[in-house]
């Protein structure tokens, strides 16, 4: 069977291109509106495919044979400020318009677990509605990084569907790692090498009292906790003390010793990036902002190449 192909919204910095890449599928042709994130998408994925633009102006997309995408997901987010009419929880309209236009085999779409919530639940319903009318047969599925292989919880909402005319139905793939499987992977398995931090490759600033209201602090052998987009709430590195509760929304460390949270190049570790020192060089501030943001090339890779196993079939 011939290569797939593939067009890619939303991009990023590249972290689904990776995925797809590592599925067999060759993206064509990828599209980002954060100038900071297209910088680093052609260095951290090698491939020269992204065009710098907002989706919305563009008209005409390339035929592919599957389409994939990650609108951005502040409105569903479970951290920080959300807002149910924010502009952002409609771009999944964009992608519908490109989705009926492309009318490419199948489709992926990923997004964070709170669209699945009661006060998120309408837009969820409302883009599985848009999609099936498009004439897709599509399911929709929470994973966990953790249990494809990642040494992180991060749990993700994906949304599959197959065109209706290839009379097929997709299943997720099973996990890998977990109860009666491999183990899960560690902090150790994945940052153990990158624990002497470069200065500059974290935030130093001191810790603000609501980034201790919580435990953000995961030990060697554990996975880290979700990797997050703002460099001043990253997770603890393992080698800092461990917290404990000293009463709601406050935590204070066990002993005295060094603290600092993990740097950009275990951020990407942990993201499943083959190679995290290409996001050196950039405003750590974006680079912290791009690596949160990603799609875990791992997790999507699984959930790819289990697609390409059924359109292969």
């Avoid at 991060?154 to 097929?168: A, D, M, P, Q, W």
């Avoid at 996975?223 to 987009?229: N, T």
């Avoid at 917290?243 to 935590?251: E, N, P, Y």
């Avoid at 680079?287 to 059924?310: D, M, S």
Wanted: glycine share 8%.
């Amino acid at each position: 069977m011939a290569q797939l192909s593939a067009v890619s919204l939303f991009s990023g910095c590249g972290g689904s291109e990776i995925g797809m890449h590592q599925a067999g599928v060759e993206t064509i042709w990828a599209n980002e509106l954060s100038t900071a994130a297209c910088e680093m998408h052609e260095t951290v994925t090698g491939l020269s495919v992204i065009e710098q633009a907002d989706i919305a102006e563009i008209d005409q997309f390339p035929s592919a044979d599957i389409l994939y995408g990650c609108y951005p997901c502040q409105g569903y987010s479970q951290g920080g400020r959300r807002s149910s009419t924010a502009e952002s929880n409609y771009l999944y309209r964009h992608f519908d318009r490109a989705l009926r236009q492309v009318r490419p085999r199948a489709f992926i779409v990923e997004n964070v677990d709170g669209m699945r919530f009661s006060q998120n639940r309408h837009l969820l319903d409302a883009q599985l509605t848009r999609f099936r009318l498009a004439g897709y047969r599509v399911v929709w599925n929470l994973l966990d990084a953790k249990d494809y292989g990642l040494a992180q919880d991060r749990k993700r909402l994906f949304l599959v569907g197959i065109r209706t005319s290839e009379n097929r139905m997709f299943s997720f793939p099973d996990p890998t790692h977990g109860k009666s499987r491999e183990p899960y992977r560690t902090q150790r398995d994945t940052i153990w090498k990158y624990r002497i931090a470069p200065h500059g490759s974290y935030c130093d600033e001191p810790l603000h009292w609501y980034y201790l209201s919580r435990n953000r602090w995961r030990s060697w052998d554990s996975p880290s906790r979700c990797v997050v987009a703002h460099w001043r709430h990253v997770g603890l590195h393992p080698d800092s003390p461990p917290l404990r509760r000293v009463h709601t929304d406050k935590w204070e460390f066990e002993s005295s010793g060094p603290v600092r949270r993990l740097s950009f190049l275990e951020c990407a570790a942990l993201q499943g990036f083959p190679e995290p020192s290409r996001f050196a060089g950039r405003s750590i501030r974006s680079t912290f902002r791009a690596i949160g943001n990603a799609v875990p090339p791992p997790l999507f890779g699984a959930v790819a190449r289990q697609l390409v196993t059924v359109l292969s079939s």
